[in-house]
């Protein structure tokens, strides 16, 4: 009941306080200078491109950053397949006789796997 | 031209290019603040989820924007502080009557007065009777809560002593011509 009183008196002061009204509507009377939705827009596409080319460089960082590990992971993974294959070479051996491993299987299925991924991300993204 | 005109040409013309804003006063950086609120609000497009018309969520970004800008320039309105004692004394009915019809003399005043108003108190007024907005909308451009009962009656307090405020400076200004 207050606070419908008050609401009521409020668009009381609103319709009768023309003095009021009248100054303030002359005070906020300033027109905006000539061509200011024209220069907003020009304001707004600057301020997208830089957003997409901070986008895109973030993306590129981000997919060294992620290719670069996985690789090292993957080295990791295999070093000592590679280094049994290295010294079979050495030894003269053909590489059948190198002793089996049987990480190798599971580090390509990984490095298969991650790659295929990766190639179908930017071909997506790249809309290749 | 002032003496502080004078110095502000002065140190332009020494290299602080920035003090020409000066010159070009309030309208430059109102426009300023309203190409920002536009540029934020199209950045922010994604957040809009409010049940306010589009028109407030980017008043509040503006208004938000001015508060900024007047804080990183220290510019602060000149502002009179009225006595609560003094506002009590004046009721609500003897503010309508002074407000009621624009007398040449009176409307003269009142534009004297409003400029005697802080930042906050004038964007209310302006909001209030220019905009004419909801008070729920008028809460949620000065940061309240505009669903809250509590931040649209604060509001309404405000805007009655506001009101008397005016009143009171009016009443003070024309007393110190009639004494002249």
Redesign the interface.
């Known amino acids: 009941m207050e606070?419908h009183k008050?609401?009521e008196?409020?668009e009381?002061?609103?319709l009768?306080?023309?003095?009021?009204?009248?100054?303030?509507?002359?005070?906020?009377n300033?027109q905006?200078?000539h061509h200011?939705s024209y220069?907003?827009m020009q304001?707004?596409v600057a301020?997208?491109q830089r957003?997409a080319r901070r986008k895109k460089l973030t993306e590129v960082v981000v997919l060294t950053a992620v290719a670069m590990i996985a690789m090292g992971v993957v080295i990791a993974f295999l070093w000592s397949y590679f280094l049994d294959i290295g010294l079979s070479f050495s030894r003269g051996k053909s590489v059948h006789d190198a002793p089996a491993n049987p990480s190798l299987l599971v580090g390509m299925v990984v490095c298969c796997c991650f790659f295929g991924a990766l190639n179908l991300f930017l071909r997506k993204q790249f809309r290749l | 031209m002032g003496p502080d005109e004078r110095l502000i040409v002065q140190r332009i013309l020494g290299g602080k290019t920035d003090e020409y804003a000066y010159f070009l006063g309030h309208?430059a950086d109102?426009?300023e603040v309203?190409?920002d609120a536009?540029?934020s609000a199209?950045?922010h497009l994604a957040d809009y989820r409010t049940d306010m018309p589009f028109a407030t969520w980017v008043c509040r970004m503006a208004y938000n924007k001015a508060i900024s800008m007047l804080r990183t320039r220290k510019r602060q309105l000149q502002h009179v502080v009225v006595d609560d004692e003094l506002l009590e004394k004046v009721s609500?009915e003897m503010v309508?009557e002074?407000?009621?019809?624009?007398?040449e003399g009176?409307?003269a005043l009142?534009?004297k007065a409003?400029n005697t108003l802080n930042a906050d108190e004038r964007l209310l007024?302006?909001l209030?009777?220019?905009n004419?907005k909801p008070?729920r909308e008028i809460a949620y451009i000065l940061g309240m809560n505009g669903n809250d009962?509590q931040s649209v009656?604060t509001l309404?307090v405000r805007?009655g002593r506001i009101?008397k405020k005016?009143y009171v400076m009016i009443k003070r200004m024309e007393e110190s011509d009639g004494r002249t």
């Open positions: 606070e008050q609401m008196q409020l009381q002061w609103r009768h306080d023309q003095a009021l009204q009248m100054v303030v509507k002359k005070e906020s300033e905006p200078a200011f220069r907003t304001r707004i301020q997208e957003m | 309208v109102a426009e309203a190409q536009f540029v199209y950045i609500n309508s002074a407000f009621g019809v624009p007398h009176r409307v009142l534009e409003l007024i302006a209030f009777y220019e004419s008070l009962r009656n309404a805007i009101r005016l």
